[in-house]
């Protein structure tokens, strides 16, 4: 279908593949240059016009989805099974910054185990106060888990407002000063922590989730993902990769939360479209207080 674009949040997969960073990357994206030359994955925007094979979608309706890319600019062309309705009470931009870290969010408890009536698990969030971070932060004590988090001293009150009951510096705060052996999760959104130190602070029976990690020029975080494998050998805590797909039945359920008013999206910063430059920049520096969103119409 053809999109009229009305938002646009940015990932760090919008830069990584703007970079072709690692370089095994582009085996998959483009060798010299990215396949899709356009950025831009979550979007929000208006049906324009429906291909012939197209159902359950009107002319008109507004939706919301992850695209394959080149959502940052007026028009763009979705596939329609990425997409969902996006109700009339919720703005373009709180609904754009919804797919791709929310999506992530979700299927990294689910991957961890932490599912509705957490009562009594203590989930532990490194990383707590970027797009994935914000909203794993918000659905874990949502599902009643009792959240630690690991975010840069700046941003520890929000993070405490988004539901976590302990929060720590990063900068001040290593790993091997937290309690071993304490919690049921651990979501690593940051990827440079030690993996046996992280393990050593699960429960028996205890998942840690890598969302990301870093790595060389060329693998990335494939030798990481290694270690994981070789350490969950034989070991009653577990340690599992993961890899978010794009899923239009949890976008719904996440729309479905915002609607209500269960979760909210942190938005750092809008810029308009004409400034989409300098949004990526930003992005690309790190440390992105929530999302970043890019809007057809004015920013602020």
Known sequence: ???KIDATALNAADVRLMRGDPLLLRLAFGVLRPKQPGRGIDAAGTVLALGA???????????????PGGALAEYALAPAARLVHRPAELAPATTAALPMAGGTAWQALERAGVAAG????RVLVIGAS?????FTVQLAAMRSAEVWALCGERNRSLVERLGAIRTFDYRTTTITELPEASFDAIIDIAGTAPLRALRRLLVTGGTLVLVAGVGGPLLGPIPRILQAALLSIGSKRHIRPLAAVAKPEILAELVALAAAGQITPVIERTWPLTEAREALAHVDAGHTVGKAIVLAG???
């Open 53 to 67: 094979d197209v159902s359950g979608l009107s002319v008109g309706q507004e939706v919301l989805g992850e695209l």
């Open 118 to 121: 957490s009562s009594g698990r």
């Open 1 to 3: 279908m053809l999109l």
């Open 298 to 300: 004015p920013a602020h």
């Open 130 to 134: 970027g797009g994935v971070g914000t």
